[in-house]
Nanobody
Framework: QERLVQSGGGSVQAGGSLRLSCEVS??????MAWFRQAPGKERVGVAS????????YYASFVQGRFTISHDNAKNTMYLQMNGLETGDTAMYYC????????????????????????WGQGTQVTVSS
């Protein structure tokens, strides 16, 4: 059965750190990504990664603060979030199984969340000032 199970997240003060995990079972995905959605706002791409190559891409608003990684042995993707800001408060979702021949970088851009076939259940990240 194909599943994405997320863990991690929670509440932290501004400047703190959190790590999200997304364990994949039932298949492997060449490209995986993290998205987030704040209340009343659209879902946006945060970071993506080619799982076999390790090549990573980031949205400008997290560049230098967040790190995406993938453990092939565990088939698990991570998002290390440092220097968290109140603006990072959102529900975070992992995504996998993108449409074929789509660039992992392009998949981060607005409108391409619909190109992912599988999603995690979401995990809340709350950053307080």
């Amino acid at each position: 059965q194909e599943r994405l199970v997320q863990s991690g997240g929670g509440s932290v003060q501004a400047g703190g750190s959190l790590r999200l995990s997304c364990e994949v079972s039932g298949y492997t995905s060449d490209c995986m990504a993290w998205f987030r959605q704040a209340p009343g706002k659209e879902r946006v791409g945060v970071a993506s990664i080619y799982t076999s190559l390790g090549s990573a891409y980031y949205a400008s608003f997290v560049q230098g603060r967040f790190t995406i990684s993938h453990d092939n042995a565990k088939n698990t993707m991570y998002l290390q979030m440092n220097g968290l800001e109140t603006g990072d408060t959102a529900m975070y979702y992992c995504a996998a199984d993108p449409a074929p021949h789509m660039s992992c970088a392009v998949l981060l851009t607005i409108g391409h969340e619909r190109d992912f076939g599988h999603w995690g259940q979401g995990t809340q990240v709350t950053v307080s000032s």
